[in-house]
């Protein structure tokens, strides 16, 4: 995926945050730096064509970097994760209690911004998001080393972990505009909760070395005793021996042989593969939808964009 | 993928679709969901050709749908009925009893169906969890179908009601509760279990005292304080299994807004709560069978039940997580617990209830 441009990147001011508190800006600058920024960026190829003002969305694209930011700074100290972004997490680096707060104040800092651009629904909305984030992330600890957790339950999981991110980043904008028809949220919302479980799907694949041009670490998720969405589905009716002969797994080759070789895992890949089809179809039923009940003329530019999320999330094609 | 279609719930429409009328040739399914559907202004449905529809023979199919497997809740109170009658001994007339076999079953029957329909219109049943209605999410049935069912063995029980109500006016007042009940919570547009806060309580009420009480002045016309005693152990038994399978949905259930007492309660207090309540089943099943029968019979099925009671508590105790695998544990573990409760019971009755005839004849062939 392309790393965004260093302007977006800075999508904080050091005047957002007091300069007198020692390493608060250090952390942030280390933060978001390196960071794809690619929900900022879903926002604002969301907001543009809706014709939403440029200062609304750089508020928009801020809290949503934010949020994610914040979650991350958390979820590396829950995880004990030693490395962000290739850079030591901000917990190892400037200890576990200014990396909770530097959290907690981006969040408190968002519930700041949010309220003075005066839309109490918006409002709202994201702090019901950042509780949905924040059940995800309870219950992904709550699953932790368990081997035999289902593909649903961790649907579930992400559902709310990561799902929710994606669904405010196509709702905010037009929220933001005062549009809340209950039948265009609720088309949103379906897209969202899809575009979320594709994102998270595509990136357990990466574990498992599928598609993974960004080079990450194979069989992390499992060797750190968490089972991912892929991971689950190839568990799907293998006996616990089974199960426990594969999460002990320490190459992908010894993985493929306990599932039963290269073929069974080839085959279990294009299973996953197509229930993920199934649903890419469903996202495009509901974004026809959106294009001929929801959207004006000038607006329909953004379904360009959308079109190009679930090629670009699941099967990280770029778009041409 | 087949034709999807999505339509308003306050559409014309949206009837045809979600009941199944809307073809002849095609099945409209819902699509799953992990949103908070109930709460959608529209649903989605995927249009199958009936001829893509694998479904397996018609009996099958009828069995899935009435969900047999539950039968057990009141199957078993009426074999044991039986057995505390001394079988035929005390019972007045055979036509009585397959009236009552028959009104019983049908009644069930038709609550299971009615329960299902309703879930299929709320949109529980798409709200992606285990003990989802499987023949009217896979196409076997369409929802008119289901609800027809539902009527028709609703008929079944009040034909077979009447005459009883002749013999024995007495249970008018059982019937009448019971009919209250079934109104308040199923037969009422939109209702179920699910929607009412406590509304298990209703199904541990009908399936326990009310049927024991119920069957019981049905076929001997007397009332008897140890079957309303064995209902109400049943009931609560019925109730463990239900509070299970509501604590293994717990996550999806709390996600989709549903009232239920585990809810509202929360994971942690849930958990104390099953066991105290499981517990409490044991107390009672000790107490039942110290006051009725032999105190080796007591010994023998209560200390039983009592250590495998230790290892479904020591699972709850494992339990961290309302996802996970744990929960699909427990639920063996109480499943177990469950069946070996109506094993013993099984054991007992037949036990206690034959042995003296059984003895007797070898005691008269000597």
């Known amino acids: 995926m392309q790393r965004i441009k260093p302007d977006d ?30 929900r900022s960026r879903m926002v604002r190829e969301v907001a543009t064509p809706l014709g939403i003002k440029s200062e609304t969305q750089q508020l928009l694209a801020q ?132 575009l979320g479980q594709l994102f998270q799907r595509s990136d357990d694949l990466l574990d498992y070395d599928i598609r993974n041009d960004e080079g990450k670490a194979i069989l992390g998720d499992l060797k750190s005793g968490y089972l991912n969405s892929f991971g689950a589905f190839c568990c799907q009716g293998l006996s616990r021996e089974q199960i426990e002969k594969l999460v002990k797994s320490q190459s992908l080759m010894e993985f493929k042989n306990s599932l039963g070789g290269e073929k069974v895992f080839d085959e279990k890949l294009k299973s996953f593969d197509q229930i993920n089809s199934k649903m890419i179809s469903l996202y495009q039923h509901h974004l026809e939808r959106l294009e001929t009940k929801h959207l004006g003329e000038s607006e329909k530019s953004v379904l360009k964009f959308l079109k190009s999320l679930t090629d670009l999330l699941y099967w990280r094609r770029k778009p041409a | 993928m087949n034709q999807l279609i999505t339509v308003s719930r306050r559409s014309a429409e949206f009837k045809k679709y979600i009941l199944g009328t809307f073809s002849d040739t095609h099945r409209a399914l819902p699509m799953e969901s992990l949103s908070s559907v109930q709460d959608h202004d529209e649903v989605t449905f995927q249009l199958v050709p009936t001829e893509q529809i694998q479904k397996p023979i018609w009996p099958v199919v009828f069995l899935k749908t009435i969900r047999i497997r539950q ?144 069957f019981q002045v049905s076929v001997t016309g007397v009332f008897n304080l140890q079957s309303l005693f064995f209902g109400l152990i049943w009931g609560a038994a019925v109730l463990f299994r239900m509070y299970l399978q509501n604590f293994e949905n717990m996550a999806a259930l709390s996600q989709a807004k549903i009232k239920n007492i ?71 573990e109480g499943q177990q617990l469950f069946d070996l409760l109506v094993s013993l019971w099984v054991l007992q009755s037949l036990f206690s209830f034959l042995a003296p005839s059984f003895f007797g004849v070898l005691v008269r062939g000597i």
């Open chain 1, 9 to 38: 990147v800075k999508i904080y001011s050091s005047q957002d945050f007091p300069n007198y508190l020692p390493k608060l800006n250090l952390l942030y600058d280390d933060l978001f730096s390196l960071g794809k920024g690619f």
């Open chain 1, 63 to 194: 809290t949503i970097e934010f949020i994610h930011n914040a979650s991350l700074l958390h979820d590396d100290l829950v995880d004990r994760s030693q490395l962000r972004r290739g850079k030591p997490a901000a917990w190892t680096k400037y200890t576990p209690e200014y990396a909770v707060l530097a959290g907690d104040y981006l969040l408190a800092r968002v519930m700041v911004n949010l309220s003075s651009f005066g839309n109490i629904k918006l409002v709202h909305y994201t702090a019901q998001m950042i509780s949905d984030l924040l059940e995800g992330e309870w219950l992904q600890d709550s699953v932790v080393g368990d081997h035999f957790v289902t593909i649903e339950q961790l649907d579930r999981i992400h559902n709310l972990k990561t799902g929710s991110l994606f669904k405010w980043c196509l709702r905010a904008p037009f929220m933001s505009l005062g549009r809340e028809e209950s039948t265009l949220h609720q088309t949103l919302e379906e897209m969202g909760t899809i």
């Open chain 2, 71 to 214: 039968f057990i809740f009141v199957l078993f109170p009426i074999f044991y009925l039986f057995l505390l009658n001394g079988f035929l001994e005390s019972v007045q007339d055979a036509t009585l009893i397959l009236l009552s076999l028959v009104g019983v079953l049908s009644l069930f029957a038709s609550l299971q169906l009615r329960n299902d329909f309703h879930d299929h219109l709320n949109g529980l049943d798409r709200i992606r969890h285990k003990g989802v209605s499987s023949p009217l999410l896979q196409g076997w049935v369409t929802a008119k179908e289901v609800s027809q069912w539902a009527w028709f063995f609703v008929g079944i029980s009040a034909l077979c009601s009447l005459p009883l109500i002749f013999v024995f006016p007495q249970l008018i007042i059982i019937l009448a509760i019971s009919t209250g009940l079934l109104s308040w919570s199923l037969y009422r547009p939109l209702s179920s279990f699910k929607n009412i806060f406590a509304g298990e309580i209703v199904f541990g009420f009908l399936v326990g005292p009310l049927l024991a009480t119920g």
């Open chain 2, 262 to 332: 585990l809810n509202t309660l929360g994971f942690d207090r849930s958990k104390k709560f099953i066991m105290t309540w499981w517990l409490s089943v044991l107390a009672l099943f000790g107490i039942y069978h110290l006051v009725y029968f032999h105190f080796l019979v007591w010994m023998g099925t209560f200390f039983l039940l009592a250590v495998f009671t230790w290892k479904f508590l020591n699972q709850m105790k494992k339990v961290q997580s309302p996802l996970g695998s744990a929960l699909a544990d427990l639920q063996i």
